[in-house]
């Protein structure tokens, strides 16, 4: 019986000489933990697929600004896919895929963080233009150019992503220290550019585009209240307008408020000293911007009513009727 226990440690018994221990310590802290992580994963990937079949399907909705919300959707969906399920299986520290798996798999859930951050950065500067040079904006960002930029925010990600994990992709398993374990060793100088490439660097773009967002839309928020009743008929509809940019502005500045209070503790680890709450930031960072994928849809639902209708158009099957593609969810 001791020798049955000694062996239930290892993630693979028979491989004693090779294999990883289990963490076999607060075996229900992890049991418990390992539930939430499952109920997350589900709600995460269910809402932002839901998300990706509205915008996708119908038509109304293929604007260039949604088109940015598919593209976050995507990257939430792919870490409720692969950045949760990966927390679920540390939790015994075991990985029962291979080394090449491993490989493939950290990367492809860098890249979905990489190109998170660029659908930001892309985000805000949509929301400046629409605001700050309303006049231009139809020509400035059409479908075509968004579309293109989103394909080049990817297509970035797994070139930058490419070349930080180039070493464990070339050489799978290189710096694993036993059988049954998917860590991802980064040296310093990579660590140094990563949180300047995707923190320091788009925090300030964004940051420095809000901030003039938020200046010119208070001028115009009383620029409107002052004259709304001197307002003529015939430019009612520009009233409206320059009203349903401001509430886009203020629901998608509500979204990247969000993104970077849950991206700052992941990256606060790794600029702080070795302290208590900084282990803190390295434990339940990574949880926390994966929290975030869970978060984006919720957003949408509070703030915008053609995702409410989209939702109950798929949920009753509405989707699947000819000609439901032209429906009417604005």
């Known amino acids: 019986m001791i020798e049955t226990k000694d062996q239930s440690e290892y993630c693979f018994p028979q491989l004693l000489n090779i294999s990883c221990r289990k963490e076999t310590s607060h075996w229900s802290e992890g049991v418990r933990w390992s539930v939430l992580l499952y109920i997350l994963c589900i709600f995460t990937v269910v809402l932002n697929l839901l998300v990706i079949i509205s915008i996708s399907h119908f038509r109304q909705l ?16 792919l870490v409720g896919l692969l950045g949760i399920p990966r927390g679920i299986l540390q939790q015994t520290s075991c990985w029962p895929f291979g080394d090449v798996f491993c490989s493939l798999y950290n990367l492809l859930s860098f890249i979905a963080t990489s190109a998170s951050v660029g659908n930001m950065v892309l985000i805000s500067a949509d929301r ?18 968004v579309q293109l930029c989103v394909c080049l925010c990817w ?11 180039k070493d464990q992709m070339a ?37 420095t585009l809000y901030m003039r967002v938020f200046v010119v839309a208070l001028s115009q928020a009383r620029a409107m209240r002052s004259h709304v009743t001197s307002v003529k008929v015939q430019h009612f509809v520009t009233v409206r307008v320059k009203k349903s ?5 203020r629901t998608l500045g509500v979204l990247v408020l969000v993104f970077l209070m849950c991206l700052c503790p992941f990256y606060i680890a790794h600029l702080g000293a070795d302290t208590k709450s900084m282990h803190y930031f390295a434990k339940y960072g990574p949880l926390l911007f994966d929290f975030n994928s869970f978060l984006n849809p919720l957003i949408y639902t ?10 109950r158009r798929i949920v009753t099957l509405h989707i699947l009727q000819p000609g439901s593609r032209q429906s009417n969810v604005l």
């Open 62 to 77: 293929h604007t260039p600004t949604n088109f940015l919300l598919l593209s976050l959707a995507v990257c939430d969906f």
């Open 128 to 145: 400046y233009v629409a605001i700050c040079d309303p006049l231009r904006y139809n020509t400035k960002v059409s479908v075509k150019r």
């Open 155 to 165: 297509f970035f990600a797994l070139l930058y992503n490419s070349i930080i994990l």
């Open 171 to 207: 050489h799978p398993g290189k710096y694993q220290s036993c059988y049954g374990e998917c860590a991802v060793i980064i040296d310093n100088n990579a660590v140094i550019i990563d949180v300047v490439v995707t923190f320091i660097l788009p925090f300030s773009i964004i940051f």
């Open 245 to 249: 940019e401001l509430k886009a502005a």
């Open 302 to 311: 509070l703030f915008y009513s053609w995702y409410r209708r989209a939702i």
